[in-house]
């Protein structure tokens, strides 16, 4: 969804770079142009981006999304970048870079910045002896991607420890929103197609034996050790699980039914499906976005020839057309 601006078609390249050349003026050191976007995505694929700039503060991320809105150019947040599958041509606009780090213990209330990785947070509560988190030991990108994605697994979701978050509006405006006001559902929010960036948020945890979850966090980061890849690139599980087949009953995994279709022996160009997760893709050497999406469409393909079921990815496409959207 291109939210900046609404619909317009992008900018002529000449047009976008003589416009970033003003803001490269007023903020030099937070601007880098021509940014392969393969060095940003955790598939390592993508053509550049006209400029990415690295967001540290509120209002860094006001001002820039301003001047984007201002000049008419197309605006992407981008989180840890594991969640993206970035276009061969690239971007043809700004990439806001989410860095806000920030880390503050009071009680049993931590309150971070959104661009603190995942599993570092993990990882300093425990440290902190606060429990609650281990269970999504491994799982890849940043916090404010995993907000408003609402990542989970093993039967919990990032929701349930939210207090508070501050969020840009696509307007501009800053609010500050209670956990109600995500609509949070299955990996998914209502922020997630609004165009609204979480900046930081306050999570509540618990004082616990800290010793035992240490213990759930060196098992989950085994499990995932045992069926994800650590040593090619890849952007995780590529569709969404499926709901339920009965009330209560839990969602049916999406790499089950892929497994059952065929799907681990499928391969186009460098994209191929990793031998232990049949709903992941990794870049096997050389892969290009097109190999990525025409592969996707084959094991969508299967199931649903096999099955009847549609699968919806989970991961989102940067390209031209993309909007306001973040990742993790």
Partial sequence: MNLHPDNLPSPAPDRVRRTIALLNDRAPDLIQCDVPLHRLTTLQIGGPAAAVCRIDTVEQAREFQSFARRHGLPLYFLGGGSNVLAADAGFPGLILKIERDTYLVRDDHVAVGAGI?????????????????????????????ALVGNAGCFGHEIAEYLVTATVLRPDGSVEILQPRDFAFGYRSTGLKESGSVVLEAVLRLA???????????????????ARHPWDQPSAGSYFKNLP?????????????????????????????????????????????????????????????????????????????????????
């Fill in 117 to 145: 990785v995942f599993d570092d947070l993990i990882r300093r509560t425990l440290d902190d002896e606060l429990v609650g988190l281990e269970f999504a030991s491994g799982i890849p990108g940043t916090l404010g991607g």
């Fill in 207 to 225: 004082r616990g034996d800290s010793g035992a979850a240490r213990r759930v966090r060196e098992e989950k980061l085994s499990l995932r050790r």
């Fill in 244 to 328: 339920p087949s009965q009330p209560g009953e839990r969602r049916r995994a999406a790499g089950e039914l892929l497994e059952r279709a065929g799907a681990k022996r499928m391969r186009v160009g460098g994209a191929a499906v990793f031998g232990s997760h049949a709903n992941i893709i990794v870049n096997a050497g050389g892969a290009t976005a097109e190999d990525v999406r025409a592969l996707a469409s084959k094991m969508s393909r299967a199931v649903h020839d096999r099955f009847g079921v549609v699968l919806e990815e989970e991961v989102r496409y940067l390209s031209a057309a993309a909007g306001s959207v973040p990742d993790r």
